[in-house]
Each structure stands twice: as structure tokens, then as C-alpha cells.
């Protein structure tokens, strides 16, 4: 097998299943459907959601998190401003009362910004209810340290996001999706915004980033540990708002960034030697056993 084949099959096996998809979607707009009769008087299983995180990017490699916006009426704000005490928390519990007419026997959660339902196969939807400005920014809930109202767009994030992929022949989402399992393989403190953000910066100038989209991961993931190493103390802006990340353990990352540029190297070098099952070994050492 070629380098080409090596990469396309491994993306295909991490690739989420049209099962778990088709799981995800029929949640979804179960979701959907019951925050519309309870706020908008509709049954509509589309209007007023949003995929965001990983899932919505189109980066996710497990349906494990699924993280959706919904959007309620401004009347509903101004319903709880009349009211004393952590209003955030007395509106999470309402909406999870509401979620809890449909989904009576699964776990139903709220923490921090967001509602949990766990489903009984793994599957977790982490939903954030949300007001809708006309810019199509949202403000929403924080329970924290007695209650706050704070503020995110990620319809600009999403949009900036998909146009830079596609810009360069798809292959950014694929990456994202590879290195997650770099990610769990090595156990590094990255979360996935921060991940799809070093991308996504790492794509500003990268090379081989608009040709075919498996014969040169190998390169790719190349330089992309050298950009990591190089970078690791400094920070990332999020797609389309700019938001300020950073790293946790630059120190460590750099470090591991350093071992995979050195192994991506080892790696190139046997396969153009004709040492095919040794690279092969060296590319699996980087992204674990689905390679």
C-alpha cells in the first residue's frame, strides 16, 4: 500500500458512522421540536437550534459530546430578570424541566453554562439555552459565582471555519479529525476548540494543504508538529471572533510536538527508502492503532 492509502484508510476509520449520525440528527430534533412547543409555540424539529463544538465543525471523531445552542424568546430573559437570586440557575432548571417531558428515563443535568442529557449509550448532548441578537451573536447563561449573562457568536466562528476548509480542498477538517486521535493516543490536555484553532492558524501559510487530500498528510503532519513546536507558548485566535486560547502544558506539548516532528520525519524517510511496514509503524506510534 501507498503513503495515499495509508492516510484515506485511516480517516475512514475514525469517520463517524451514519448509525451514530442518524442517532445524533433524531435527537436533534427531538430537542429542537420540544424547546419549540414549550418557547415558540411550534413544532418545528429545525428552527431556533444550532450544532456548535467539535460536532458542528465537522471535527468530531466520537459522537461521546454533542454540543448544541437553542434559542429562546427575549420575552423568557425578561420573565427571570424580574426575578432575585442566581436567575441563570432558575433558567437552566426550567429548560431541563421542559427537556424532561421528552426524555423522562434518561439522565438530565445542569451545570455551569450548559443542560446535560446522558443517553444510555454513550451518547451525551450538552445543550446551552440562548437569547439571539440581531448580528446573530448570542448571550447566554453562566450559573458561576452567583449568575452572569456572557456573550459568543459561533455562527462567525462555524462560517470562518468551513471557509477556510474549503478553501483548501477539505483537507483541514481532516487533519483536525486525525489529530484527535494523536490527542487521546498521547493523553494531551488539549480540548477540541483549542485543536481546531491551532489548525485552523496552522493553515494561514501551511504547504501542501490544497492538493490531494491524502497523498501529503504525511507532510502535513509534519510541519504541523513543527508549527506546534514552535509555537507552543504562544496563543491562538478563535475562527471569525478571535477569541484569545492557549495552552495549558506548553512545556509539555512542545516536548511531544518535538518527539512527533522527529517521528514524522523517521517516518518519510523510510517509506521513500522502501521501508514500508517500518514507516507504517512510525505513523501508528503517532496516531495510535486505527492508523
Known amino acids: 500500500m501507498d503513503i495515499n492509502t495509508w492516510f484515506k484508510e485511516f480517516y475512514e476509520s475514525i469517520y463517524m458512522s451514519t448509525d451514530i449520525v442518524s442517532k445524533v440528527r433524531l435527537r436533534y430534533k427531538s430537542i429542537t421540536k420540544r424547546i419549540n412547543e414549550e418557547y415558540w ?3 418545528s424539529e429545525t428552527k431556533h437550534s444550532l450544532y456548535v463544538g467539535s460536532y458542528g465543525r465537522g471535527t468530531a471523531i466520537y459522537a461521546s459530546d454533542i454540543d448544541i445552542v437553542v434559542e429562546l424568546p427575549w420575552a423568557v430573559k425578561t420573565r427571570f430578570d424580574g426575578r432575585h ?9 426550567e429548560v431541563k424541566d421542559k427537556l424532561k417531558k421528552t426524555y423522562s428515563t434518561s439522565k438530565i ?6 443542560i446535560v442529557i446522558d443517553f444510555s449509550d454513550g451518547i451525551k448532548f450538552e445543550i446551552v439555552p440562548a437569547f439571539k441578537f440581531d448580528d446573530n451573536s448570542y448571550y447566554y447563561p453562566d450559573t458561576n459565582d452567583g449568575g452572569s449573562w456572557k456573550t459568543m457568536n459561533p455562527r462567525l466562528e462555524l462560517e470562518s ?6 478553501t483548501h480542498n477539505l483537507t483541514m477538517k481532516k487533519l483536525c479529525m486525525m489529530l484527535r486521535c494523536w490527542k487521546e493516543t498521547h493523553n494531551m490536555d488539549i480540548p477540541g476548540e483549542l485543536l481546531d484553532s491551532i489548525v485552523y492558524n496552522f493553515y494561514l501559510d501551511a504547504n501542501y494543504i490544497d492538493k490531494n487530500p491524502f497523498l501529503y498528510f504525511d507532510f502535513i503532519t509534519r510541519d504541523f508538529f513543527k508549527y506546534l513546536y514552535e509555537k507552543a507558548h504562544g496563543i491562538w485566535l478563535t475562527p471569525g471572533t478571535y477569541r484569545v486560547l492557549n495552552l495549558k502544558y506548553p512545556y509539555l506539548t512542545q516536548n511531544k510536538a518535538l518527539e512527533m516532528y522527529n517521528k514524522s ?6 517509506y521513500n527508502n522502501e521501508y514500508k511496514y517500518l514507516a507504517k509503524s512510525e505513523w501508528k506510534e503517532i496516531y495510535g492503532g486505527k492508523f
Open 85 to 93: 437570586g442566581n436567575i441563570q440557575s432558575q433558567l437552566l432548571s
Open 109 to 114: 443535568s445542569s451545570d455551569g453554562q450548559v
Open 265 to 270: 520525519i523517521k517516518a518519510i524517510q523510510l
Open 41 to 43: 409555540n411550534s413544532s
Open 161 to 166: 471555519f468551513n471557509a477556510r476548509n474549503k
